[in-house]
T-cell receptor
Framework: GQQLNQSPQSMFIQEGEDVSMNCTSS?????WLWYKQDPGEGPVLLIA?????ELTSNGRLTAQFGITRKDSFLNISASIPSDVGIYFC??????????FGKGTRLHILP | DTAVSQTPKYLVTQMGNDKSIKCEQN?????MYWYKQDSKKFLKIMFS???????INETVPNRFSPKSPDKAHLNLHINSLELGDSAVYFC????????????FGPGTRLLVL
């Protein structure tokens, strides 16, 4: 089956630091999505990417659809306490259903 | 207005019982999903319905039976609950042919004792 690898699994950073996480796939994807899940809530869409090379920003968040169509990254600049949560990448391979990565757990140290 | 809603939010029950979780979306989407999120927070798709028809049925015990009375509702019925069924269950919806972005409900936290 399709494989989607998300890294890192966890991050511990200081407030104000920039954050970078990525997902790689074993095959070509047509869509990349990035979600955030706050404790006790459902995942909420942050950024959607539909074309190879596409770079999209949402406030302090920036995500890119890799040129090879097998990877995507999400950057968060100048992290703040409310950025804490689990970030999921999701991708749709050609002619297949969307699959989710295992999440990156972002912790901000006091 | 809530886009995807689920009830109940919490469900605590005894092993062996039968229970249902309801989901409704008011986004006009034609596809709805059920996901299971385990204690490690891994999200795994269970079912997908498009216009009331089952299109994805992952390896899920047949004790789990989805029912879609119309395209705005997808309910999940679970028979003979087991301890391992304890998890958070998320409903989601999307529009096939559109952005295909999935919008998630708030989740139902199921605890089987």
């Amino acid at each position: 089956g399709q494989q989607l690898n998300q890294s890192p699994q966890s991050m511990f950073i200081q407030e104000g630091e920039d954050v970078s996480m990525n997902c790689t796939s074993s095959s070509i994807f047509n869509t990349w999505l990035w979600y955030k899940q706050d404790p006790g809530e459902g995942p909420v869409l942050l950024i959607a990417l539909y074309k190879a090379g596409e770079l999209t920003s949402n406030g302090r968040l920036t995500a890119q659809f890799g040129i090879t169509r097998k990877d995507s990254f999400l950057n968060i600049s100048a992290s703040i306490p409310s950025d804490v949560g689990i970030y999921f990448c999701a991708g749709r391979p050609e002619d297949d259903k969307i699959i989710f990565g295992k999440g990156t757990r972002l912790h901000i140290l006091p | 207005d809530t886009a995807v809603s689920q009830t109940p939010k919490y469900l605590v029950t005894q092993m062996g019982n039968d229970k249902s979780i309801k989901c409704e979306q008011n986004l006009g989407h034609d596809t709805m999903y059920w996901y299971k999120q385990d204690s490690k927070k891994f999200l795994k798709i269970m079912f997908s319905y498009n216009n009331k028809e089952l299109i994805i049925n992952e390896t899920v015990p047949n004790r789990f039976s989805p029912k879609s009375p119309d395209k705005a509702h997808l309910n999940l019925h679970i028979n003979s609950l087991e301890l391992g069924d304890s998890a958070v269950y998320f409903c989601a919806s999307s529009q096939v042919g559109g952005s295909e972005t999935q919008y998630f409900g708030p989740g139902t936290r199921l605890l089987v004792l």
